[in-house]
């Protein structure tokens, strides 16, 4: 482009700047012809339908609702969220992100989006635990023939801090209790376990020790996974991960966040999101 091309875009207004971009997205689509449609659609890795059959997919995330606490409200997300909601809160590139042209970006993570509506009740009412089932896009390329979308099933929760760890422990069993129920249920055979590593938070450790190991009986296993260091600095005081194969298929993620705290601007929020990718589930069961 010609010097001063950047400068000039960037000191456009965000209304000019979209109307450009608007411009030239219609431009470049009337001289799309059929034949190139059909090439992205075999090439590009954004535009290809998932290999999972819906129907098992749409069986499995039914229980999984069915499965959830009546006090979870279920969130029916939008495809898209303002820009900066992952990267924002979370040290997220936003190359990893698809970034759309109306100060929007396609939804790459449910838990973001769940924190922020979180944190937008949490103004009118106490606790607050939300739930959602969303195909997530997301730009970086994971190798293979792997899908750049896929679904997953997240759940967050936001609460007041009450000292001493006591509110982390509180939501921790909250979610890994819901999981340890979908776990025994769905994939009972596929040997499925529950993973849990705390990050330098010594109330959260003392009340795993006194809280959460006690709120388990026998069934899905509690494994502690103090080598693990993914997760460090995206997740605060402590991380999850769900697995089957007896730990070789990761099929969820999770931990405690700082989100709600600086979405509110009040260091005495505390979030705990978690996830579970449906279609990894379906492919640890059938195997």
Same mark, same amino acid.
């Given at each position: 482009?010609?010097?001063?091309?950047?400068?000039?875009?960037?000191?456009?207004?965000?209304?000019?700047?979209?109307?450009?971009?608007?411009?030239?997205?219609?431009?470049?689509?009337?001289?799309?012809?059929?034949?190139?449609?059909?090439?992205?659609?075999?090439?590009?890795?954004?535009?290809?339908?998932?290999?999972?059959?819906?129907?098992?997919?749409?069986?499995?995330?039914?229980?999984?609702?069915?499965?959830?606490?009546? +006090?979870?409200?279920?969130?029916?997300?939008?495809?898209?969220?303002?820009?900066?909601?992952?990267?924002?809160?979370?040290?997220?590139?936003?190359?990893?992100?698809?970034?759309?042209?109306?100060?929007?970006?396609?939804?790459? +993570?449910?838990?973001?989006?769940?924190?922020?509506?979180?944190?937008?009740?949490?103004?009118?009412?106490?606790?607050?635990?939300?739930?959602?089932?969303?195909?997530?896009?997301?730009?970086?390329?994971?190798?293979?023939?792997?899908?750049?979308?896929?679904?997953?099933?997240?759940?967050?929760?936001? !609460?007041?801090?009450?000292?001493?760890?006591?509110?982390?422990?509180?939501?921790?069993?909250?979610?890994?209790?819901?999981?340890?129920?979908?776990? !025994?249920?769905?994939?009972?055979?596929?040997?499925?376990?529950?993973?849990?590593?705390?990050?330098?938070?010594?109330?959260?450790?003392?009340?795993?020790?006194?809280?959460?190991?006690?709120?388990?009986?026998?069934?899905?296993?509690?494994? +502690?996974?103090?080598?693990?260091?993914?997760?460090?600095?995206?997740?605060?005081?402590?991380?999850?991960?769900?697995?089957?194969?007896?730990?070789?298929?990761?099929?969820? +993620?999770?931990?405690?966040?700082?989100?709600?705290?600086?979405?509110?601007?009040?260091?005495?929020?505390?979030?705990?999101?978690?996830?579970?990718?449906?279609?990894?589930?379906?492919?640890?069961?059938?195997?």
């Amino acid at each position: 482009m010609p010097p001063g091309s950047r400068s000039a875009l960037s000191g456009l207004s965000s209304a000019d700047l979209r109307s450009l971009l608007l411009s030239v997205a219609r431009d470049r689509a009337a001289a799309a012809r059929p034949s190139e449609v059909l090439r992205r659609w075999r090439e590009d890795r954004f535009v290809r339908p998932a290999r999972a059959d819906p129907r098992v997919l749409a069986r499995v995330e039914a229980r999984m609702w069915q499965l959830l606490p009546a +006090d979870v409200a279920g969130v029916e997300l939008s495809p898209v969220v303002p820009v900066g909601t992952c990267s924002a809160v979370a040290p997220v590139s936003q190359n990893r992100i698809v970034t759309t042209m109306r100060a929007s970006e396609v939804l790459s +993570d449910p838990t973001n989006a769940l924190a922020v509506e979180a944190a937008r009740r949490r103004r009118r009412q106490g606790e607050v635990h939300l739930a959602a089932a969303h195909r997530v896009l997301r730009a970086q390329d994971f190798g293979g023939d792997a899908s750049a979308h896929f679904r997953l099933f997240a759940l967050v929760s936001s !609460a007041r801090d009450t000292g001493s760890g006591e509110t982390q422990a509180r939501l921790l069993v909250r979610h890994l209790t819901y999981w340890r129920t979908v776990l !025994a249920e769905l994939a009972p055979a596929a040997a499925p376990q529950l993973h849990v590593t705390t990050f330098d938070d010594e109330a959260v450790r003392e009340r795993l020790a006194d809280t959460v190991r006690p709120a388990f009986d026998a069934g899905v296993p509690l494994v +502690d996974e103090p080598e693990r260091s993914r997760g460090r600095g995206y997740y605060t005081g402590c991380a999850l991960r769900i697995t089957v194969l007896d730990g070789s298929l990761e099929i969820g +993620d999770g931990g405690l966040t700082d989100w709600t705290a600086r979405l509110r601007s009040d260091a005495k929020e505390r979030c705990l999101v978690s996830c579970l990718a449906t279609e990894r589930l379906v492919d640890g069961i059938s195997r």
